[in-house]
Every structure is written in C-alpha cells, then in structure tokens.
C-alpha cells in the first residue's frame, strides 16, 4: 500500500486540488492517504527559498539538517513515516514538499503557479 502524503496550508482551493491528485493516485491501486496541515513561520518563506536554490542549500537539506529545518520553519508537521508520495499546493508548502522529497527520497507533486 502506498503512503500519500497531502500538505495543505489550509487555503481550501489548494487543499482541493491536492486532493484531486490523490483520488487520480488511489483509482491506480490501494493509496493510505494524510492529510498535514502546515503554517509556514515568516522569517522560513525568505530563507527556505534562498537555500534551496544552491547546490550546497539542497544538500544540507538533504542530510541530517533537513529534518531539523521542518520545525524550525514550519508549524504543524508532524508525520514520522516515510511517505512514497507527497502532495501539495501553493507557495507555503512548496519547501516542506522539497525538504521531504529530499530526505525520504519520495515522489513529489507540487501544484502552483510559475
């Protein structure tokens, strides 16, 4: 059974088309589905963006610190298994989704606008 992971930062037109995706995933076979909600702290939008788009930011997020940037920049995730799939929408859940693909090595969707 596949472990579906939907991040939400409880705008509810986000939330839906999250939603969307995981109910195409689950007609493809048998889908665990959570559903987090995730408030991301100000100073982390900033920060989590500048780090992220360096080579070296990617990797430090990828190793032991990766983890640890969740609470530092995040309010309400707390989920410890291993998701296969994780699935989000707009900006404020777009570097969790990435911090988590990193580290579980997981399947990532990420709905938002350009």
């Excluded at 360096?54 to 997020?61: A, D, I, V």
């Excluded at 399947?107 to 350009?114: A, E, L, M």
């Amino acid at each position: 059974m596949k472990k579906v992971l939907i991040l939400s930062d409880s705008r509810p037109g986000h939330f839906n088309q999250s939603l969307a995706v995981a109910e195409a995933i689950q007609n493809n076979g048998e889908v665990e589905v959570k559903y987090v909600e995730v408030k991301v702290k100000k100073f982390g939008k900033y920060f989590l963006r500048t780090l992220l788009n360096t080579s070296f930011g990617q990797k430090l997020c990828k190793g032991a610190y990766g983890l640890k940037f969740i609470s530092l920049f995040y309010e309400g995730y707390s989920w410890g298994q291993k998701p296969d799939i994780i699935i989000s929408a707009g900006k404020d859940t777009s570097f969790l989704n990435v911090i988590l693909a990193l580290n579980y090595g997981s399947k990532n969707f990420f709905i938002g606008h350009p």
